[in-house]
């Protein structure tokens, strides 16, 4: 019996090219097209501690409020990126979950093969109780 996959599909939505540093029209920079936005927003997340770091060590040194405002911003903004990053993260895992009956009915007739091929009443007393297990769990939850 082979199981569901649970490789998530291929996601739908993905980066648009944004030039960075591109006042002049001749960007040095750029977020390429075609990223799918897990991914992209990962990357965001990881870029955004150093960067969250560097704002704590240089209001620290300096001693500002508006440092410190500075550092508390890009900590917000970090947390909002890792939220949305751990909600695409659900998303995905809801979205690829195997369905429960299908899986049910996929084993079911895979312990009746088995059940059908055993050389031995013991071996096919085992797959007839499986397939009998199966089908109970099935009416139990189609109702």
């Known amino acids: 019996m082979s ?3 649970l490789s998530a599909p291929a996601f739908r939505r993905c980066t648009q090219r944004h030039d960075i540093f591109g006042d002049s029209g001749l960007s040095l ?9 897990p991914e ?16 704590y060590r240089t209001a620290d040194d ?3 409020p508006t440092a410190f405002g500075t550092a508390y911003l890009v900590e917000m ?17 809801e979205d690829t ?3 429960p009956i299908a899986f049910l009915h996929e084993a079911l007739e895979d312990s009746r093969q088995k059940a059908a091929q055993s050389r031995t009443a013991k071996m096919r007393a085992y797959h007839d109780g499986r397939a009998s ?4 769990a099935i009416a139990t939850l189609e109702g």
């Not at 997340?45 to 704002?55: F, G």
């Not at 297990?133 to 109970?136: D, G, P, T």
């Open 3 to 5: 199981l569901p996959a």
């Open 29 to 37: 920079f750029s977020v390429r097209a075609g990223v799918p936005v």
């Open 40 to 55: 992209a927003l990962n990357q965001a997340s990881m870029l955004m501690t150093s960067a969250v770091e560097a704002a």
């Open 62 to 64: 300096v001693g500002s």
């Open 77 to 93: 903004a970090k947390g909002a990126v890792d939220a949305a990053v751990g909600a695409l993260h659900l998303q995905q895992r």
């Open 97 to 99: 979950a195997p369905d």
């Open 133 to 136: 297990a199966f089908q109970i």
